[in-house]
């Protein structure tokens, strides 16, 4: 039971130009939600993250946006640089989940120079 | 200010042995979840401890144990070990009442031959 879905698994942009990174989830109780960047070899970092009671979060480059109704959730950055190339992996947790994360499958991010 | 520590780097087992894996929180946190991520998978969430306590738990089996410390240093034990064991674990900390904004180590590379 896959409750939060990333469908791409990877996505190429050129730098200087927007990435949009794309999740969806099924559970409607999740009211909290992250999105994170790991490199290889090392832990996921934490972004930015978003409550259910906003649709807009914003910090520097990176912009997170939820649809509730839609149960969608999308990561804007702009404008990409080669040092984002990283996978990117949403994630959510709600009050029946406590404060589990429940993590979709990732994204490779790649930004050509 | 230094973040979630974990230890081994990397660590090589047999089947059937047992292994135990170490995690310092960043300073301040309180809360530490552990998390196995596959290759090619998000972060699976194994289990939470909170005041020396497990607070939440996973869909992982009795051979997956924890314990926290007054220090709130955790460690993460595995039984029999099988060769799906083989993973990235990764520890998370965060403050209690903020126990969905997790920040994550670098990672257990387990391999299981």
């Known amino acids: 039971d896959q409750q939060v879905k990333q469908n791409s698994p990877s996505l190429s942009v050129q730098e200087g130009r927007i990435s949009i990174l794309n999740c969806d989830y099924t559970n409607s109780m999740f009211d909290y939600f992250l999105w994170y960047k790991k490199y290889p070899a090392e832990g996921p970092t934490f972004l930015i993250s978003?409550?259910?009671?906003?649709d807009k979060n914003e910090d520097g480059r990176f912009t997170v946006f939820l649809n509730k109704s839609a149960k969608h959730l999308s990561l804007h950055i702009v404008p990409s640089q080669p040092g984002d190339s990283a996978v990117y992996f949403c994630a959510a947790s709600g009050e029946t989940s406590g404060s589990r994360l429940t993590f979709g499958e990732g994204t490779q991010l790649t930004v050509n120079p | 200010d230094a973040g979630v520590t974990q230890s081994p780097t990397h660590l090589i087992k047999t089947r059937g042995q047992q292994v135990t894996l170490r995690c310092s929180p960043k300073?301040?946190?309180?809360?530490v979840s552990w998390y196995q991520q596959a290759l090619g998978q998000g972060p699976q969430f194994i289990f939470q401890y909170y005041e020396e306590e497990e607070r939440q738990r996973g869909n992982f089996p009795d051979r997956f144990s924890g314990h926290q410390f007054p220090n709130y240093s955790s460690e993460l034990n595995v039984n029999a070990l099988l060769l799906g064991d083989s993973a990235l674990y990764l520890c998370a900390s965060s403050f209690s009442d903020k126990a969905y904004e997790q920040y994550f180590g670098p990672g257990t590379r387990l391999t299981v031959t």
């Open positions: 978003i409550s259910s009671i906003k």
């Open positions: 300073s301040g946190h309180d809360t």
